[in-house]
């Protein structure tokens, strides 16, 4: 049974005693890869993945079999100002989508042989218009931080968040705004597929959540300025940090959402990999921030997880080549 987040106090005081890599684990893999049958570093960025991952699951012989997705969906209340292409009815409909297999994050997760879970969140009750109040009490963010806390399976090896939550970029670049300042411009991007007229106007939304909020910071921003499934997709993040699975994250919501988590604990992504860059302008500016290096770069612009589970073939493929491969000595080849 997972605990209960009854506070935000729990969560910080998790997040502060969650165990770090493990440093033999680390040293180990370091130690494989140098004997593994190939040049030394010719497996480019591979060979520091596979080696995290093992620091990580506390083995020289990491592995990325039983990846898990989990697809949180919220509704927001400043689909209200227009701020979306697409009428805020389609957040519903795509769950319904995801639970007949239909998206393109279904194929993505059977693709590379992950469960996949959809978490809906209080679809009736979109949050409140953070342009007014505060998107959610401090009731509503607690049950989706621990939505977030219980969907992670302890048994996966490697973990995805996804969302979906029409409206969900502008309160993405509202609580990328409120973290790390500048202008809304630097942070909102088209989405679904506004025009100039609709940037302009998710500019002028985001502005107005960050002065209504100003002075919040790290949980307290997403939760003024988030969604339910930006809460949820910290609440799983977090948890996987506790339990030290490896986590990808996804485009520009994935990331604003974790964002707020390092703004309470400075090593609380310490076990995510940046998945891919999301065309969204916010999300090289936020990866930049977090220090993290994307593995994809592929002009996606979908959200649902997708990037991140492309690159769970990339992970599959790193820690395939580590924990598999013979060394010089096993495969009597030479070394140089
Ligand atoms: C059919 C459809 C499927 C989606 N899957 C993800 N999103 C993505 O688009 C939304 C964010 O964009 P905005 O802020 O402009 O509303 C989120 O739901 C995100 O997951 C979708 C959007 C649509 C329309
Ligand atoms: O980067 C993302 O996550 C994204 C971009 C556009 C629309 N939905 C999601």
Redesign the pocket.
Known sequence: MPDTIAHLQDLRARLAAAPVADASALDAARNRNEQLTKPPGALGRLEDLAIWMGGWQGTDRPRANHPQVVVFAGNHGV?ARG????PAE??AQ?VLNFQAGG??INQLAKQFGARMDVHALELDTPTADFTLAPAMDEGEFLRALQAGWNAVAPEADLLVT?????????SAAAVALALYGGEAADWVG?????DDAGLALKAEVVTAGAAKHSGVTGLEVLRCLGGRELAAMAGAIARARVLRIPVILDGF?CTAAAACLVAEHPAALDHCLAGHVSVEPGHARLLEHLGKEPLLQLGLR???GSGAALAIGVVQGAVACHSGMATFAEAGVSDG
Not at 83 to 86: D, E, L, N, P, T
Not at 162 to 170: C, F, Q, V
């Open positions: 689909t701020v979306s292409a697409f389609v957040t795509m998206a393109a996804g969302e979906m939550g029409i409206g969900n970029t502008t088209r989405g679904t597929g506004v919501i979908l959200g649902e």
